[in-house]
């Protein structure tokens, strides 16, 4: 690679402007093309992937820019109490289901992957890598490296997890016929964490506050049930 394109490569515009031209043409190909699957952050993934190895440029110059994007997860996550205060007395009416709820969703996520990775006889560090995979990615890293397990492996659960909630939950809906809109932004919070909330969001603003709400709920229950599964 020539300097003057490993200068451009190497700068964090490049990775901030690649994200951000990748995700506006993942909304244009959903918004023309009204499938499921065109998942803006998909075709996004697909087309920042398929651009690094055809160019070869390497993840770290890529990555100079991703680390100012990953600066906004936090606060990010945080705007999701906007949508929460709006419905903050069916939030107090409700209380005990949806904690209740929540905390089944996030024993059920944590004992599917533990049984699944003694069935598929995966060791220590695999486990305690997967078991946080359905809360949002500051809690899921720290649980992860507070159990020694790899950070890496953890994002790319957190990541599937999310993108695959984000996908496929309005079909879920539909299939089942969950007319609850208080249900349906619980189990999308509970499951697929905020990728999944931006989608709840898009469901209705009940669906939004829920699933918003169950992400903080669901961070505490996983926190504490890992205590007991690590």
């Given at each position: 690679m020539s300097p003057f394109f490993e200068q451009i490569f190497s700068s964090p515009y490049f990775g901030i402007a690649l994200s951000a031209g990748a995700f506006w043409i993942g909304v244009k190909v959903q918004k023309k093309t009204g499938w499921i699957i065109c998942n803006p952050l998909v075709i996004a993934i697909v087309i920042v992937a398929g651009l690094l190895l055809a160019l070869k440029i390497?993840?770290?110059f890529y990555n100079e820019g991703g680390q100012i994007i990953n600066m906004f997860l936090g606060p990010a996550t945080a705007c999701l109490a906007v949508s929460i205060y709006t419905r903050l007395e069916l939030l107090k009416k409700h209380w005990?289901?949806?904690?209740?709820?929540s905390a089944c969703?996030?024993?059920?996520?944590?004992?599917?992957?533990?049984?699944?990775?003694?069935l598929f006889k995966l060791d220590e560090v695999m486990t305690v890598s997967l078991?946080?995979?359905?809360?949002?990615?500051p809690i899921a890293v720290s649980?992860?490296?507070?159990?020694?397990?790899?950070?890496?492996?953890?994002?790319?659960?957190?990541l599937i997890t999310g993108i695959l909630g984000s996908v496929f939950s309005p079909l879920l809906i539909r299939i089942f016929k969950v007319d609850d809109p208080m249900a349906a932004g619980l189990s999308i919070g509970a499951c697929s964490h905020a990728l999944g909330?931006?989608?709840a969001v898009e469901l209705g603003e009940t669906q939004g506050a829920m699933s918003g709400l169950t992400i903080g709920i669901c961070g505490v229950m996983t926190v504490l049930f890992s205590l007991f599964m690590m």
């Open positions: 390497p993840y770290e005990l289901p949806i904690v209740v709820g969703g996030s024993l059920t996520s944590m004992a599917s992957i533990w049984v699944m990775c003694r078991l946080p995979k359905s809360v949002t990615t649980i992860s490296q507070n159990g020694g397990g790899m950070v890496p492996v953890t994002m790319m659960a957190v909330t931006s989608k």
